[in-house]
């Protein structure tokens, strides 16, 4: 059970126990409500990995926003996945949807002032997701992705 813990990256020490951050962002993908996979269009500046690791040392375009679009069963619900790769610049967006116009919308970040701030027996609760409310409503709306961060959208 240890191995099984610690590889979700949960810890307890010294009574406490605690999610790191990449436990957070496992929890917001996982327990989504989806169903099925809806095509995406990201326009966005990109960036090229040069001599990056031995099994792929060079990427070349790869976008600052990754974005992933799923519905649930229903299909009256969309959930966008958001992941900012750029440690330096939030990105502005539009969002259009084709076919849904989005009468309520909420979202969870999870996002820090450092990259390398963590969550730790002294610290358990450094770095969680947030809740927040996503204004805008229709087919077109706009939001803000930060820096270095993860956010999932639930347009209803």
Do not use: C
Request: glycine letters at 8%.
């Amino acid at each position: 059970m240890t191995g099984a813990v610690e590889f979700g990256r949960l810890w307890e020490k010294r009574g406490i126990t605690y999610g790191v951050p990449s436990y957070w962002a496992f929890r917001m993908y996982s327990n989504a409500d989806v169903a099925n996979l809806l095509e995406t269009k990201v326009e966005v500046a990109r960036y090229s990995v040069k001599e990056g690791s031995p099994r792929t040392p060079d990427v070349a375009d790869v976008p600052y926003l990754d974005l992933v679009a799923v519905a649930n069963q229903t299909g009256d619900k969309i959930t966008l996945f958001g992941v900012n790769r750029s440690l330096t610049a939030d990105i502005a967006s539009t969002i259009k949807l084709s076919g849904f116009s989005v009468h309520s919308a909420t979202g969870t970040l999870l996002a820090a002032d450092n990259i390398y701030v963590g969550n730790d027996d002294e610290r358990p609760q450094a770095v969680v997701p947030s809740e927040f409310k996503v204004g805008g409503s229709g087919s077109t709306f706009s939001h803000t992705f930060p820096k270095a961060s993860v956010t999932r959208l639930e347009l209803r």
